[in-house]
């Protein structure tokens, strides 16, 4: 980032560095228009390299500011007058092979996950209701689609067995929470909006089931996480998680587990960020080993038990999440 600021303080000090008037030079230089022509072309140039750098990587955006654009004289406007920085849906998008599925129910996403297909059995991606700003972020250990309107995930997606839990134990947790970078500014939650809020930063994917230190680290990104109530996570979620992992032991292979938050109107929030707070989460299990799913079905609340779970397909009829394409009807 310094060298850019440096480069462009290059570029705009021509205009103070340029001979007086009155004094003749030695050297043939230029015409006056095609000086200038040239200083707004090459300055232009290193503009929209910072511009495409700040569009790829939304944290420099954070640390360059437009002040800094401008030195001496020779200001941003001098160069580009109708620049501005780019609006948020002009992103490039971490999601840009979703497409869009008409059926009788509604208009559905189809999502890809091109990076990392091998956490979805038979590497078939979700389809889910078509809303605002999804966007796929794979993970080391997980993988998920994330929600920049609620700021939560729609579903964290593992793929479990017993050789990879039995990895877990050699990691120490490491309770570094983080804002997830990859996600512009708007679309994210940030560490203050949990602050004071009376909310947990709920794992969906658990540091419980990471198999490696970089996962240990990344299951703590705050999009991996949403505002659930203390005693529920603490309590019977937290049994749940536990049941998991104990099935996933027993299992002959690998297992699918799919984690994620359902919202019911209104929506309530946390912070200045406005972080939604899930009304239920859900937990789907699915071992292709045996056909079997199942799916804990928790309401985000103290007074929440261990229940039954339900059927894949009530779930399907409940979220219209189809997690597992292949199962749905």
């Known amino acids: 980032m310094d060298v850019f600021i440096l480069s462009l303080a290059s570029l705009m ?4 560095k340029a001979a007086p008037r009155n004094r003749r030079s030695t050297r043939s230089s230029p015409p006056r228009p095609l000086r200038r022509l040239l200083r707004q072309i090459s300055a232009s140039a290193v503009l929209a390299f910072v511009a495409a750098s700040c569009a790829l990587n939304p944290n420099w955006r954070e640390q360059l500011q437009i002040e800094q654009l401008s030195v001496g004289q020779f200001s ?3 160069v580009l007058p109708d620049w501005r920085w780019p609006a948020l849906p002009s992103l490039p998008s971490l999601s840009g092979n979703l497409s869009t599925v008409q059926s009788p129910d509604g208009v559905f996403v189809q999502t890809s996950f091109a990076s990392c297909a091998d956490f979805f059995p038979q590497r078939s991606a979700p389809v889910v209701p078509e809303a605002p700003i999804l966007r796929e972020l794979c993970f080391t250990d997980f993988a998920l689609l994330h929600s920049g309107q609620y700021k ?5 997606v593992e793929r479990l067995s017993r050789s990879k839990l039995s990895q877990s134990s050699q990691f120490k947790r490491s309770d570094k929470f983080y804002a997830e970078a990859r996600l512009p500014q708007a679309e994210r939650a ?17 540091a419980g089931d990471m198999y490696s230190a970089e996962g240990m680290a990344q299951s703590f990104s705050l999009a991996n996480m949403v505002p659930q109530n203390q005693r529920h996570n603490a309590g019977a979620w937290s049994k749940i998680e536990g049941d998991t992992r104990k099935y996933v032991q027993r299992a002959q292979g690998d297992v699918y587990v799919y984690t994620g938050p359902v919202y019911e109107s209104p929506v309530q929030t946390i912070g200045a960020g406005k972080v939604a707070i899930p009304k239920y989460l859900y937990k789907l299990v699915y071992d292709p080993n045996t056909g079997k799913s199942w799916v804990h079905w928790h309401e985000n609340s103290p007074d929440t038990k261990v229940g039954a779970p339900i059927s894949y397909q009530e779930f399907v009829n409940r979220t219209g999440l189809h997690l ?6």
Do not use: N
């Open 13 to 16: 000090s021509v205009r103070k």
């Open 152 to 156: 939560t995930p729609v579903f964290v």
């Open 190 to 206: 940030e560490l203050a909006d949990y602050r004071g809020s009376g909310y947990s930063r709920g794992h969906m994917a658990p």
């Open 76 to 78: 941003l406007e001098d």
């Open 324 to 329: 597992l394409p292949h199962l749905s009807r």
